[in-house]
C-alpha cells in the first residue's frame, strides 16, 4: 500500500474565509535577476512561468516586496492580473534590501504598515491574502508589538490572514497566544531542516513541525530544493535513481509525504524544471522507502 499525498492544504482553518492551497504551489524568488537583485536576465520568460504554473493547476505563489526588491510583484501583477478567484498570493514583510543589496530589518510597526501599502500597490489588490512577518535580527526584542500591528492591519481589512517566517519555536508558541496564525515560512528541505547561519538563512522548521501539525497550520518551507546543505544527499540521490527522477523532484516527493501540511514551493527559472517539479505531487513513496528516507 503507497502512502496518499493529500493534493492540497488549507490556509487559515477554521477562520471565516479558509483557503485552500494545491500542493506544491510556486515560489518566485529565483525570477529577479543575480543576487536576487533586479530585473530578471529573461523576463518574458519570467512571465511566461508565471503564466504556465497557473494553468498547470497552481493556485499558491509566494513572493516578498523585498525580491527585487518589488521586481516579483510586479511581475506577478503583469503576468496574472486580473487575478483568477482561487489564485491565493502569499507575500512577506519584515526585511528591506540596502542599495548596497545587503538584507536589513524593516519590521517596526510604521515598517510593516508602509510594506504592506507598497504591496498592495504593486500587486494592485484591495486586500492581501496571506502575509507572512519576516523575523529579523533585532527584530526579536519586540516581536510581540510588531506582530500586533499586523493584527491590527488584519482588522481593517488590509490583510485576510496573518503568517510568520523564520520564527523559532518560543516566538510561535507565543504567537498563538496572540492571535489567529494562518501559516509558516521557516526553513526546511530534506537534509536542511535546522537552523542556517547567514542573511539568508534562518530558522529551521524541524522544530516546530509537529506544533504546525497539531493546529492544521501549513508549514511553506523555503530554501526545500538546496539538498546538498547537509549530510543524507546520497540517500535522495539513490532514491531519485530508483523512480527515474531527479534529486530536486525526490526533495519535493519527500516534503510532500512527510506530512499533508507541508506546502512546498520550489522556485525555478526554467519552464521544464517547472513542469518537473509539479509533477512530483503525483508521485507515491512506497512506505519502506518513505521509512529508508526518514
Known amino acids: ?6 493534493s492540497s492544504v488549507v490556509i487559515g482553518e477554521g477562520s471565516s474565509s479558509p483557503l485552500t492551497a494545491s500542493r506544491p504551489g510556486y515560489g518566485t524568488m529565483r525570477l529577479t535577476g543575480e ?22 493547476g497552481v493556485n499558491y505563489i509566494d513572493t516578498a516586496d523585498y525580491y527585487g526588491p518589488g521586481v516579483t510583484n510586479r511581475l506577478i501583477a503583469e503576468a496574472l492580473y486580473p487575478y483568477s478567484s482561487d489564485l491565493i498570493i502569499g507575500t ?24 504592506i501599502d507598497l504591496n498592495l500597490t504593486e500587486l494592485k489588490q484591495d486586500q492581501l491574502s496571506l502575509v507572512h512577518f519576516r523575523l529579523m535580527p533585532p527584530g526579536a526584542e519586540k516581536f510581540e508589538e510588531s506582530l500586533n500591528a499586523m493584527f491590527d492591519m488584519q482588522k481593517e481589512g488590509k490583510i485576510l490572514h496573518v503568517g510568520l517566517s523564520n520564527v523559532s519555536r518560543e516566538q510561535l508558541q507565543t504567537a498563538l497566544k496572540m492571535g489567529k496564525i494562518a501559516s509558516v515560512q521557516n526553513l526546511y ?6 537552523t542556517l547561519a547567514g542573511p539568508m538563512g534562518g530558522a529551521g522548521g524541524e522544530e516546530i513541525l509537529d506544533l504546525l501539525e497539531e493546529r492544521h497550520i501549513p508549514l511553506i518551507p523555503y530554501f526545500s530544493l538546496q539538498t546538498s546543505l547537509g549530510k543524507g544527499q546520497d540517500k535522495i540521490e539513490r532514491m531519485a535513481k530508483k523512480y527515474s527522477i531527479s534529486p530536486a523532484q525526490m526533495n519535493i516527493v519527500w516534503l510532500l509525504n512527510k506530512s499533508p501540511w507541508i506546502l512546498p514551493i520550489p522556485g525555478t527559472t526554467s519552464p521544464d524544471h517547472l513542469e518537473e517539479n509539479l509533477k512530483a505531487a503525483e508521485m507515491e513513496l512506497e512506505p519502506d522507502d518513505m521509512a529508508y528516507l526518514g
Open 1 to 6: 500500500m503507497n502512502i496518499a499525498v493529500s
Open 35 to 56: 543576487g536576487i537583485w533586479g530585473e530578471p536576465k529573461n523576463r518574458p520568460e519570467a512571465l511566461q512561468i508565471l503564466k504556465k504554473a497557473v494553468e498547470l
Open 92 to 115: 512577506k514583510i519584515g526585511a528591506k534590501r540596502g542599495e548596497d543589496k545587503s538584507w536589513n530589518f524593516f519590521g517596526k510597526p510604521e515598517q510593516l504598515r508602509e510594506s
Open 189 to 194: 528541505g530534506y537534509t536542511q531542516r535546522t
